[in-house]
Structures are given as structure tokens and as C-alpha cells.
């Protein structure tokens, strides 16, 4: 079955410092999505990036940017010059077709970002 | 994006009553729609899954009597927590599927706070 790991529970940076949220997944298909959600204290989950599996290039958006490497079956996140805005719970998530069965979109358990000014 | 609101955001009721929460997609018709359950400080949990015009599929340890789940058409979908009481307490939120727009992506409403008193 299908897993992901956020190692990371809480992390606490600084405001303007760089922080890597990790994201390590299990799989058994080839063909498979990559998801990271950010849920801030209001609790709708902002959907932040897809990226399928066939498709390991790297992505930079603004200050987001992420690592796929399935040599490692890692999906890592990363904030640059991060900002108080940012803090908030990052889920990272896996989906396997068919998406439409409930149970093959898997979440990690999330790692809670607290930037402090 | 695709859209998918919740309503109620916020929601306290008595214990012993019954509550429902809505789950419309505004722009798209959403043949399966997804029901999660977040207790504080935990990942999302998935409830149940419902395809329009026929029962839904529970998960396990997810009681189909307390939670009724009706998915009468293809824009909407309505979760009862039935004979409310303070455990219940929690954020639900649903998603929504679609076979028409492509990505094998789910789209997330923005939850609904749910205290029993």
C-alpha cells in the first residue's frame, strides 16, 4: 500500500531564513501524483503543486521551489527567505490511479511550520 | 481552478441533535466526492467516499449510521453527523472529483468546524 512520510512534526525558523520541508513516499505503481497542501490555521487545505511521476524536473515558484527525485522516492519543499505568512501546516500527498477510490490519495501526517519574526 | 465550498464554515450544535454539512463544486460536475475527518494536530483521515446516485463507501471504523452521507447530485454532496455528541467535535472536510478535468487532482472545500456542546 501506498505511504508517505513527513519526518519533520514542527519546525521553527526565523523570518528570512531558508527551510526544507521533506517528504518521502511508497509506492508500488509506476504511475503515481505528487501533491503538497498548505493548511494555515483556518484550516482550508491550499492546494500548492501537483507533479506527476514521469516527470522528476525540478519546480521553483516565487520563494516555493521542489525536489522530486524518485532515485530516493523523495518530494521535498522548500520555502526561501522564509515569512510569517508561511506558517502553517504543509502536507504532503500521494495519489495513485484511479483517483476517484478514496483510499489512493494518501496524505502524510503533515509538518507544522512556525516562522517567528 | 475548480471550486468546491463548504457550508457551514462553523457550525456548534447540542448534543443529541443532528447537523449537516454541504459540500457543492461550483464549476464542475463531481461525480465522487471525498468526506475527511481532522482531529487537532493530525493528518486528514478519510471518512467516506460517494459517487452520485449511489451509497456511499465507508472506511473502516466510520459509522454509517452517525454519519450519513447523501450524494444526490452531481454538484452536491451532504454529510449528517447523526445524535451529535462532544467527540464528534472535529473539522470535516470534503473533496470533489472530477472525470472531466483532467490532472487525476481532487479539489478540497474549506472545511467545517463542527463543536458539540
Known amino acids: 500500500a501506498q505511504k508517505v512520510t513527513q519526518a519533520q512534526t514542527e519546525i521553527s525558523v526565523v523570518e528570512k531564513e531558508d527551510v526544507t520541508l521533506d517528504c518521502v513516499y511508497e509506492?508500488?505503481?509506476?504511475?503515481?501524483?505528487l501533491f503538497w497542501y498548505k493548511q494555515p490555521p483556518s484550516g482550508e487545505l491550499v492546494f500548492l503543486i501537483r507533479r506527476n511521476s514521469f516527470d522528476e524536473q525540478n519546480e521553483i515558484s516565487g520563494r516555493y521551489s521542489w525536489n522530486f527525485q524518485k532515485s530516493t522516492s523523495s518530494f521535498n519543499f522548500t520555502i526561501t527567505a522564509s515569512q510569517v505568512v508561511d506558517s502553517a501546516v504543509y502536507f504532503c500527498?500521494?495519489?495513485?490511479?484511479?483517483?476517484?477510490?478514496?483510499?489512493?490519495?494518501?496524505f502524510g501526517p503533515g509538518t507544522r511550520l512556525s516562522v517567528l519574526p | 481552478g475548480a471550486v468546491v465550498s463548504q457550508h457551514p464554515s462553523r457550525v456548534i450544535c447540542k448534543s443529541g441533535t443532528s447537523v449537516k454539512i454541504e459540500c457543492r463544486s461550483l464549476d464542475f460536475q463531481a461525480t465522487t466526492m471525498f468526506w475527511y475527518r481532522q482531529f487537532p494536530k493530525q493528518s486528514l483521515m478519510l471518512m467516506a467516499t460517494?459517487?452520485?446516485?449511489?451509497?456511499?463507501?465507508?472506511e473502516q471504523g466510520v459509522e454509517k449510521d452517525k454519519f450519513l452521507i447523501n450524494h444526490a447530485s452531481l454538484t452536491l454532496s451532504t454529510l449528517t453527523v447523526t445524535s451529535a455528541h462532544p467527540e464528534d467535535s472535529s473539522f470535516y472536510i470534503c473533496s470533489a472529483y472530477s472525470s472531466v478535468i483532467s490532472g487525476n487532482t481532487i479539489y478540497f472545500g474549506e472545511g467545517s468546524w463542527l463543536t458539540v456542546v
Open positions: 460517494s459517487n452520485e446516485g449511489s451509497k456511499a463507501t465507508y
Open positions: 500527498a500521494l495519489s495513485e490511479p484511479p483517483v476517484n477510490y478514496g483510499q489512493n490519495f494518501v
Open positions: 509506492t508500488r505503481d509506476t504511475t503515481y501524483y
